[in-house]
């Protein structure tokens, strides 16, 4: 940014800067200085330390205090015999990301590529974000987040944690907020699982199959499948649907429930007078790859007598070793966090939503 040299700086000087009276000088003339800055705008040329001490009737050592903490703050920057103006940096908003640390384990690998999404943008766009953990056990929202909101030192929050307790506490705080959710709620970005299912089926539809079954995760799953399963066509039959809540599984790795799901599905339509389906969708990743060795130890050629689509996320290595075999609905994390950024900035800089609730669509990859 060229920094723009007008005399109007200290036009606006003489208005806004008077002596300071106050015991606590250093408070007040940052407060001042802040609302100098603010009022200039990005770039502008600001007085000369001297002009600084004569309009503030501070001494040189007050306000080289003061300067270095707005500096800190990206308020003010000085340039070698050029003199002093007001940091580009001043418009530039911190985000507030808020994460639940159990979701960032091998199995949650999606919310870490959010997390190195926003990552990305930091060092490619100049983006500022800070990263608070929230712990579901404490009922309480992290101290440090707690803290900067207060100090005003975040303008807004992407919130991942899926946390009812900081869902409400956010909503008792005057500061923007998006979050990663059902997008039941406003200001929210949600996945598509219903588009999601719906293309599985078709392309299901496309390759012969007229028989369809589900391991699914949330019983939102069953009522999605369903849907999309009515919609085109597709049969389908109590025995040919698992959702995690059928095996009672409250812990366990999603490898291990893709496993039993799997073997329970084989059990269930062991006979000729109760078949498999020729088609099958499961709807998570690392799910899917406990499930598929079991039907494929059970005889069943994939992509062949038994299609199979797994939802995940594009770049995700987990299926690699049936790349050739399986369709893919993939979600794109980097969409998810240009959307969960544009609602929010948006939302920070007080500009009309297009939409309050913002759709990810998935993308069908086909087999190599």
């Not at 703050?73 to 940091?87: A, E, H, L």
């Amino acid at each position: 940014m060229s920094y723009v040299n007008d005399p109007a700086h200290l036009v606006a000087s003489r208005r806004l800067l008077t002596p300071i009276k106050e015991v606590a000088k250093q408070p007040a003339a940052i407060a001042q200085i802040t609302r100098l800055a603010r009022n200039l705008g990005a770039g502008a040329k600001l007085p000369t330390f001297r002009e600084f001490c004569a309009f503030l009737e501070i001494t040189p050592t007050t306000l080289e205090r003061c300067l270095r903490r707005l500096e800190e703050q990206d308020i003010v920057i000085r340039q070698n015999r050029s003199g002093m103006y007001v940091s580009p940096a001043l418009d530039r908003k911190t985000t507030g990301v808020i994460f639940s640390a159990h979701l960032f384990s091998h199995e949650h690998a999606f919310f870490a590529s959010l997390l190195d999404g926003c990552a990305r943008r930091a060092e490619v766009r100049g983006e500022r974000f800070s990263f608070f953990v929230s712990s579901p056990a404490s009922g309480q929202p992290p101290l440090d987040l707690q803290e900067a909101v207060r100090d005003n030192k975040i303008d807004g929050v992407i919130d991942l944690s899926y946390s009812v307790t900081l869902r409400t506490w956010f909503e008792a705080q005057s500061i923007p907020v998006v979050r990663l959710d059902s997008g039941k709620a406003p200001h929210t970005i949600c996945l598509d699982g219903q588009k999601q299912s719906l293309a599985c089926l078709k392309e299901f539809l496309k390759r012969g199959s007229r028989t369809v079954g589900l391991i699914g995760m949330p019983e939102e799953d069953r009522t999605r499948f369903h849907a999309a399963a009515v919609r085109i066509g597709l049969q389908t039959k109590p025995e040919w649907i698992v959702c995690r809540s059928d095996l009672g599984l409250q812990a366990g790795s999603f490898e291990d429930y893709g496993r039993q799901a799997a073997k329970r599905m084989l059990k269930a339509t062991s006979s000729k007078t109760r078949p498999l389906p020729t088609a099958l969708l499961i709807t998570n990743d690392m799910v899917a790859r406990g499930a598929l060795p079991v039907l494929e130890a059970a005889g069943f050629r994939l992509g062949h007598d038994l299609h199979v689509a797994a939802c995940t996320n594009r770049g995700a290595a987990s299926l690699l070793e049936w790349e050739d075999k399986l369709i893919r609905s993939e979600i794109d994390p980097a969409e998810v966090v240009e959307a969960l950024c544009t609602m929010l900035e948006n939302l920070m800089h007080h500009r009309p939503l297009i939409k309050a609730v913002t759709k990810i669509h998935p993308h069908l990859r086909l087999p190599s």
